[in-house]
């Protein structure tokens, strides 16, 4: 799809740095919805592009009960903006805030998003797309993002690559999210990258340096120990070739699925409320699990996850 139009004024930042909207260099999502029915074309996709972008294919009235029950919960903490609806989601003055494990995890506004993304019709589609019976790590991953600047580029495969490597990323927003509210940005074809396929996303996030060098093995390789890859997503962008990729404006009832090979992160939150989105992640249930996502409570990062490694 083409980027912005010639005329547009509006400004998109990643990581605080300007993106180029020029349409060489930044461009739209294409819609999948039409593949849903052929599996092959559906994987031929997903092979190509490295993403399915499927507009429409949750119920959007239970995203929004389940949107309803997040900010709820923001509100009994005082994370919200007193003054303003509680479903818009106003962030409170100053507040800073990016991840909440607990909400999506717990009972509570956690059931409902769980039945949305776990549910039959979700699990149907990956054992359809996959060929096979499909399964789904039992943590969680959910987005709170206040205003301010985004997720930095990276790949999902080194925080999660100790089981099959033919694993899948479903993002799901729990609100519209138009540009301005900093969306997930993808980019273009990364997924194919040999020289990052090679290197950075063979490494493991939970690893620590044996020899006492005092530097985490993705700082050495010269990566973020964050697990960011770069910072600077224009410039990585400028490396990798391609364009960025977004929705021009995400909807409650949209699904974004994609290979944890290819490189991705948020645009900058320019508004005034908490973006709301989740995580969660999808693969054959015949394929080897990653030990740190499954389970009644999944150990996660850090502590006897993490491997010694000679660096």
């Not at 980027?3 to 180029?20: I, K, Q, Y």
């Not at 461009?27 to 399915?52: H, K, V």
């Not at 991705?264 to 999808?282: C, E, F, M, V, W």
Request: net charge negative; glycine share 10%; charged share 25%.
């Amino acid at each position: 799809m083409n980027g912005m139009s010639a005329g547009t004024t509006m400004r998109l930042t990643a990581g605080g740095n300007e993106l180029d909207l020029s349409s060489d260099r930044f461009g739209f999502l294409a819609d999948s919805t039409p593949l849903i029915p052929d599996a092959d074309l559906l994987r031929q996709r997903m092979e190509t592009d490295g993403y399915l972008f499927l507009p429409g294919f949750l119920d959007r009235n239970e995203v929004v009960a389940a949107r309803h029950a997040i900010c709820e919960e923001l509100a009994k903490e005082d994370l919200l903006d007193p003054e303003s609806p509680v479903d818009c989601a106003i962030a409170k003055k100053d507040l800073k805030t990016a991840f909440r494990r607990d909400i999506a995890n717990n009972d509570g506004a956690g059931v409902l998003i769980r039945n949305i993304i776990y549910g039959e019709r979700v699990m149907n589609f990956f054992s359809h797309f996959l060929g096979g019976e499909a399964t789904h790590y039992d943590f969680t991953w959910m987005r709170t993002v206040s205003p301010g600047v985004g997720s930095p580029a990276h790949c999902d495969i080194i925080f999660m690559g100790r089981g099959t490597k033919h694993l899948y990323t479903a993002w799901v927003p729990f609100g519209d999210i138009p540009l301005h509210v900093g969306g997930l940005l993808l980019v273009e074809g990364s997924h194919h990258n040999e020289q990052v396929n090679k290197s950075y996303c063979t490494m493991d996030y939970d690893t620590a340096c044996h020899n006492p060098n005092g530097k985490h093995p993705l700082v050495s390789a010269g990566f973020y120990e964050s697990g960011a890859i770069s910072d600077d997503m224009p410039e990585l962008r400028n490396y990798l070739g391609g364009r960025f990729l977004t929705a021009e404006e995400y909807k409650m009832g949209d699904i974004l699925i994609f290979s944890t090979y290819l490189v991705h992160g948020s645009l900058d939150n320019a508004s005034d409320q908490i973006r709301l989105s989740t995580d969660s992640r999808y693969q054959l249930a015949s394929e080897p699990l990653d030990e740190r996502w499954v389970g009644e409570k999944p150990p996660g990062h850090g502590g006897e996850s993490v491997k010694n490694v000679i660096c």
